[in-house]
């Protein structure tokens, strides 16, 4: 997982928005904006 949202560096377009959109629909690699999300992504497991 990546924390942190790619938009804050600026918009993303062409083959990187493509890239940051498959990682996205994955199990290995997604980027999420927050720990919030990053909690909800991995599920139950992930409690602390």
């Known amino acids: ?4 949202d790619p938009a804050v560096l600026g ?3 062409g083959p990187v928005a493509d890239w940051v959109r498959e ?3 994955g199990r290995d ?3 999420v904006a927050d720990e919030a999300e990053l909690d909800r992504r ?3 497991a992930s409690a602390r």
């Open 1 to 4: 997982m990546v924390l942190g």
């Open 11 to 13: 918009p993303t377009a």
């Open 23 to 25: 990682a996205d629909r």
């Open 29 to 31: 690699l997604a980027f």
């Open 42 to 44: 991995l599920g139950p």
